[in-house]
């Protein structure tokens, strides 16, 4: 039984009820499935039923008329009002989900998804252990947290000291929407299943890795919980340090959980340590201004709602990172997230050395390197770009490129991230959500960048919408003899 507080919110019309209704309609829901939504509204359950119906309609990737499916998976969905604060509601709450589980044979399975803004978790938790719907005699207990996991290393140890009070580790499922993408779970397998990069996954052979997740996406209608976030907050502490952790992890013992997690976090501790001084040469930020996206002109950042017009937050982050260990000293990472960038695109560019200045090396002086470009999204693919000779020339040389996709023919689309997750969640694998020790070393690296930005108050530098971001960002590169690579 899924139990989704914030069930008339956004992100469960968005996101759950669409991938429900998905995993429905491909056969992969479990046949004791049902659903309840919680929220304070009143609601009669035949309003929540069609609304949850327009959700899936308006977002859903398969939806496509199938209106008999549609009917069948939202009469499993019910709706529970209740105030988060209010103890009575919960134990209201249990009664309820007694009676669901013999309808739909639910066994006492339960999923609590905190769908809600954080400063709900804690109270949300703490009634649901008070009113016994945690209590472990019959069925599994799993709770679904929503990122942002705290604001710093600070709120977010509270925050898990709540939650693991109430619940074991191996029960707690913290979402980083990005892990269930299936090119981010491809990443493993192109690294540790082909003897033709593996081999070369290291200082030996690659000058540099640059990974960038670009939108053409402004805040949106998001102004007042970005202003506490940031580009830091809301994407590099999470999504850009798990595609960081996946490319640069060391092979693990096994595919289990736990060994998959226990090599990701030695990444993250072998992040060298970024001192005040090194913030101000390794970390760019910058702020939208207006500009145009695909032919629209579109506002600066502070001019958005519920942003304040002397905005100093950064809807733009750069940085560079040194692993420190021996598979990786002395090759750079370059991250980038940034907001209104010209195209929406997530991916790793892998660049290689040049070989030694002889025969065509030595000739040409601009052979491109060879790089390996993992697209995670929108497109989803592997590209190797290499060089060649140009057809009907002496030898003249040209980049080449051997180009894989694995979503370009018409009608393939990939399940969505929550799809899998919850799936997951279902099945009690944790290996794609993010362990406790993930989040506290992601924060401790994000902190000491804000404790130095607070010191210092950097600048914010302004790019135009619709640009790469900052000058500052390129400066990041050229100084090391290096481009981001845009194309
Ligand atoms: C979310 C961020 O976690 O990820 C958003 O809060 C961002 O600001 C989004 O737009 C990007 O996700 P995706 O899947 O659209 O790339």
């Known amino acids: 039984m899924l139990i989704v507080f ?21 056969g992969r829901l479990p046949e004791h499935f049902a659903t309840v939504a919680i929220g304070r509204r009143d609601k009669t359950q035949e309003t929540f039923r069609e609304e949850a119906a327009n959700a ?16 069948q998976i939202v009469s499993r969905f019910y709706y529970h009002r209740t105030d988060f604060t209010d103890f009575g509601g919960y134990e209201k709450l249990k009664e309820y989900l007694i009676q669901l589980d013999d309808i739909y044979q639910t066994n006492g399975n339960r999923i609590f998804y905190l769908a809600v803004a954080p400063e709900h978790f ?26 942002p996991f705290g604001k710093n290393l600070q709120s977010a140890t509270e925050l898990n000291n709540i939650i693991t009070n109430v619940f074991q580790e191996e029960q707690i499922y913290r979402i980083d929407h990005f892990l269930g993408k299936e090119m981010l779970q491809n990443i493993m397998v192109i690294r540790f299943a082909n003897a033709l990069f593996e081999p070369l996954w290291n200082n030996k052979y690659i000058d540099h890795i640059q990974i960038t997740s670009s939108e053409t ?16 907050r809301d994407m590099m502490q999470n999504h850009m340090l798990q595609l960081l952790m996946l490319t640069a992890m060391e092979a693990p013992v096994s595919l289990n959980t736990h060994d998959v997690r226990d090599e990701k976090v ?79 695109t997530t991916r790793i560019v892998v660049q290689f050395l040049p070989l030694p200045e002889i025969l065509y090396y030595k000739e040409f002086q601009n052979l491109e390197p060879n790089r390996l470009i993992i697209e995670i999204q929108p497109r989803e693919g592997v590209i190797i770009r290499f060089n060649g000779k140009k057809p009907d020339t002496r030898s003249e040389i040209i980049p080449v490129e051997l180009d894989f996709c694995q979503n370009c023919a018409v009608g393939e689309v990939s399940p969505d991230a929550y799809e899998k997750l919850l799936l997951d969640v279902m099945e009690g694998d944790s290996t794609l959500f993010t362990r406790w020790d993930e989040v ?26 619709g640009s790469w971001g900052p000058a500052e960002a390129d400066e990041l590169m050229k100084r090391d003899g290096r481009s981001w690579f845009n194309e």
């Open 122 to 147: 804690g109270v949300i938790v703490r009634h649901l252990a008070q009113s016994g719907l945690t209590g472990l005699n019959r069925g599994y207990k799993r709770v679904v947290i929503e990122k």
């Open 6 to 26: 914030g069930g008339t919110g956004d992100l469960a019309h968005r996101k759950i009820y669409p991938a429900i209704y998905n995993l429905y309609v491909s």
């Open 217 to 232: 996406l402004g805040v949106e209608n998001r102004g007042g919980y970005y202003e506490t976030a940031g580009a830091m």
């Open 440 to 465: 506290e070393y992601s924060w401790k690296l994000m902190d000491n960048i804000s404790r130095a930005w607070s010191l210092d108050q950097p600048d914010c530098p302004i790019y135009a919408s």
């Open 266 to 344: 030695r990444v993250l501790k072998s992040i060298s340590t970024m001192e005040p001084e090194m913030v101000k040469s390794h970390v760019i930020r910058g702020q939208y201004g207006e500009g145009m996206i695909n032919g629209r002109r579109v506002p600066a950042y502070r001019a958005e709602d519920r942003v304040s017009s002397d905005s100093m937050t950064e809807t733009f982050m750069a940085m560079k990172v040194k692993i420190e260990n021996f598979r990786w000293a002395g090759v750079p990472f370059y991250l980038r997230t940034g907001k209104r960038m010209p195209v929406k």
């Open 56 to 71: 899936i309609r308006s977002f859903s990737r398969e939806n496509q008329g199938n209106e008999e499916d549609l009917k």
